[in-house]
């Protein structure tokens, strides 16, 4: 997702240069570095909740600043098939916090279940937290593929 932002961003503004101000394209790639770099630690932290809370109100400041930019591009008449991507790439943000928020009771099942052994409730209760990740990752999935057709003009608006 970081590298996405980028480079969407930078793409965006190459061939709209009136849209965003000069600065912008710098400003969005200290923000995909800093990301990439949360994402790294959090995975090298050993769960870091400091790290973990910084990603996601990272992740909120992209989907409050980058709705107000695909805003400000749809008003200003960006093409209709980039407001688009723009529009997919925030919802996969979101389903991506989503995600976050729903593994949450699956890791207190799997601790309850590490520390006290398996039961039918923790299998129940991490078989249902698994499935409700797993449709917010199959609709990720097929975010991904749109804004793919999109970008390669396969699918037009």
């Not at 710098?26 to 990603?55: C, E, K």
């Not at 723009?86 to 590490?114: D, E, H, N, W």
């Not at 449709?135 to 991904?144: D, E, M, N, P, Q």
Request: proline share 3%.
């Amino acid at each position: 997702m970081p590298l996405t932002l980028g480079s969407g961003f930078h793409l965006t503004a190459t061939y709209w240069p009136n849209l965003f101000v000069s600065f912008a394209i710098p400003m969005v790639w200290l923000v995909v570095l800093l990301w990439l770099s949360l994402v790294y630690f959090q995975h090298h932290s050993g769960g870091n909740p400091r790290i973990a809370t910084a990603d996601l109100w990272l992740r909120y400041g992209v989907l409050l600043l980058g709705s107000f930019f695909a805003l400000k591009a749809w008003q200003a008449g960006l093409a209709n098939w980039v407001a688009l991507k723009m529009a997919v790439f925030l919802s996969l943000v979101g389903l991506g916090i989503a995600v976050r928020y729903a593994l949450k009771p699956f890791a207190l099942a799997y601790v309850q279940m590490v520390t006290d052994g398996a039961t039918a409730e923790t299998n129940d209760a991490m078989r249902h937290h698994l499935a409700v990740c797993r449709r917010y990752v199959w609709v990720i999935w097929i975010g991904l593929f749109v804004n793919a057709a999109l970008g390669l003009r396969l699918v037009t608006v």
